[in-house]
């Protein structure tokens, strides 16, 4: 189950407020959502998310199928139960998981053959088993099945993705009956326009819950993913959220909440904190760098979180140097809180028309 309702648009640009209502609430987007592959977004709790705002988190169908298995997280109450989370989930399909682990797999039109990560077995996914396991896993929006073609390749390559990934769509949307869950179709088509256009019309047609903006930010220019954005804020309903799918670097948050994207996702912010480094209002720094070793400051002034209100640059970097997990779990809680509040300054300067003010100001401090 899911309802997009459109509270405003800016008037000066596409950025956008809505409320998706969803089986667990109501999400105020733009959002962006921390991903949880594991079940778990990494070195924080239930509670943590909860004080840091998250309205919604992602978890992975391939990373879940493979380990611990959808039977055992169904049987657990499905995902919030076995993770206890009482917010939204989205569940990725594992499309770009299987993109990603290329020496791994093998692609028909049927499905996937693949060996596992973990233990080299053999498995076969088709978009019918994607769908059997979301709905196991009880997510609040599920993600089709989708091939993501990677960059740079052919035009006869992406052509090819393009075709799967409506193939399997429909099969996806026939398989899929859960009435509480709901579906999303993927816009594949990498940076050639003509092949975005067709997979948005392709989809579209299909009449899905909502849209995700899926083979952007995995190696291209950064002009051409905003091109290609540019491009799916001409063609994709705009009473349907619009998803972009594994983006999450700040700058990038902003540029796509400026073409009417609604929903982001991205491992990014706790993946640098177990690197050192953490977002500031003035641009990404790492900490453990021997220039903080005697920086009392917070990690960033103009931030109000939990870890910015209590701890310090060289404290944090102290901790990186000993190999203290907790480092990695206070800059994982800043990074995760600053993109959240980023959003929440995005919508509330939508609510006031002044989106582009905001964002040009942000631009100008932010150092990328």
Same mark, same amino acid.
């Given at each position: ?51 840091? %705002? #998250?309205? @919604? ?13 959808? &039977?055992?997280? !169904? =049987? ?61 896993? %009880? #997510?609040? @929006? ?13 035009? &006869?390559?992406? !052509? =090819? ?208």
């Amino acid at each position: 189950m899911l309802q997009y309702e459109l509270i405003k648009k800016d008037r000066d640009c596409s950025a956008r407020l809505g409320n998706l209502k969803i089986s667990h609430g109501i999400i105020e987007s733009p959002i962006f959502m921390p991903v949880g592959t594991q079940a778990t977004v990494k070195t924080l709790t239930s509670e943590d998310l909860y004080e840091i %705002g #998250a309205g @919604i988190i992602l978890s992975n169908t391939y990373h879940l199928y493979l380990r611990p298995g959808s &039977e055992l997280i !169904e =049987k657990s109450g499905g995902l919030h139960g076995f993770m206890n989370w009482k917010r939204g989930i989205l569940t990725d399909s594992g499309g770009f998981q299987v993109f990603s682990l290329s020496k791994l797999r093998q692609i028909t039109d049927e499905g996937v053959y693949f060996n596992s990560h973990i233990d080299g077995s053999r498995h076969f996914l088709t978009p019918e088993k994607v769908m059997e396991i979301e709905q196991q896993l %009880g #997510a609040d @929006i599920a993600m089709c099945f989708d091939e993501c073609s990677p960059y740079p390749c052919s035009y &006869e390559e992406a !052509e =090819k993705a393009v075709e799967r990934t409506t193939l399997w769509a429909h099969r996806c949307k026939k398989t899929h009956k859960r009435a509480d869950q709901a579906l999303f179709g993927i816009v594949q088509g990498n940076v050639f326009p003509n092949l975005r256009q067709k997979s948005a019309g392709d989809l579209t047609a299909l009449d899905f819950d909502g849209y995700g903006i899926g083979g952007l930010s995995v190696g291209e220019p950064k002009a051409d993913m905003y091109s290609m954005l540019d491009l799916m804020n001409t063609v994709l309903p705009w009473d349907k959220p619009r998803y972009l799918m594994g983006v999450g670097a700040p700058e990038d948050l902003l540029e796509g909440v400026k073409r009417g994207v609604d929903m982001f996702d991205c491992v990014l912010p706790t993946r640098l904190a177990r690197h050192g480094s953490a977002y500031t209002h003035r641009g990404r720094i790492t900490v453990r760098n021997a220039v903080y070793a005697e920086d009392f400051e917070p990690i960033d002034d103009a931030c109000d979180c939990w870890v910015c209100r209590n701890y310090s640059r060289a404290y944090i970097r102290h901790l990186i140097k000993a190999g203290e997990m907790l480092a990695h779990r206070l800059l994982s809680y800043h990074n995760v809180y600053f993109l959240l509040n980023l959003m929440e300054e995005a919508r509330a300067a939508i609510k006031e028309d002044r989106f582009l003010e905001y964002y040009h100001e942000f631009m100008q401090k932010y150092q990328f």
